[in-house]
């Protein structure tokens, strides 16, 4: 009689074991999923492919000739008010359509909010960069994003050139490199979604180009003030081009 309660209490002991596994695999803990994150340039609310030209309001014709830019610690935040952490760290680069995605597996479940930091946080920007010297690191100095003369990371990139006489002929040239630690921003954006075991998964964004450089009130003229590559004398420029990055991303419709 003894050893047959030990054995129910064994068989009751194991049942209730794989129920708890099991609602913890349903409470997304266990099973990972496919998750796409991607980024779309707009601008006016149109899709914005590189090199294409857009009128600003001072009638200087625009183009963007490269555009990239760093998240970190990209977390998305679920049902229940926890995080999930996606990435540390990533590097979105912008092919000639204005478009970039990366692919990552996460926790299935429902989410409420996705958040993350432009550029790249503190501890790893002042890191030694020999740390992140794995092939396929997005701090890798191959990516060609460190400052080696400041000892950090450039956090968003663009370039392009302007036509201020609007003769056709794209005489000046635009560069913005932010960068050091007073034009790092931090996002999070409210959006209900559900991550699915068995499906794909996606997380679109567009990003308006116009804004960046553009916002009223926080403008950055390229006639007059072009470039910036990270100097303290002209930090403004980083500052004003980061608060309207942060102002120009937004969940896709």
Known sequence: MIKKIKSITALSFAALLLIGVTACKKNGEKINSDLSIAFQTQVGGSNYAINDVYRNASDIDIKFESFQFYLSDITIVNSDGEGRLVSEIELFKFDATGHSKLDFRVPHGEYESIQFGIGVKKELNEADPSNYSAEGHPLNTVENTYWGWAGMYRFVMNEGRFDADLDGDFEGIFAYH?????????????????????????????????????????????????????????????????????????IAP
């Open 178 to 250: 932010t960068g050091r630690e007073l034009s790092y921003r931090t996002l999070t954006l409210p959006h209900e979604f559900t991550i699915s075991k068995k499906e794909d998964n996606a997380l679109n964004f567009t990003i308006d180009l116009y804004q960046l450089l553009e916002k009223p009130g926080n403008e950055v003229d390229v006639v007059t003030e072009p470039f910036y590559h990270g100097s303290t004398e002209d930090e403004d420029i980083s500052i004003r081009i980061s608060d309207n990055m942060k102002g120009a991303i937004a």
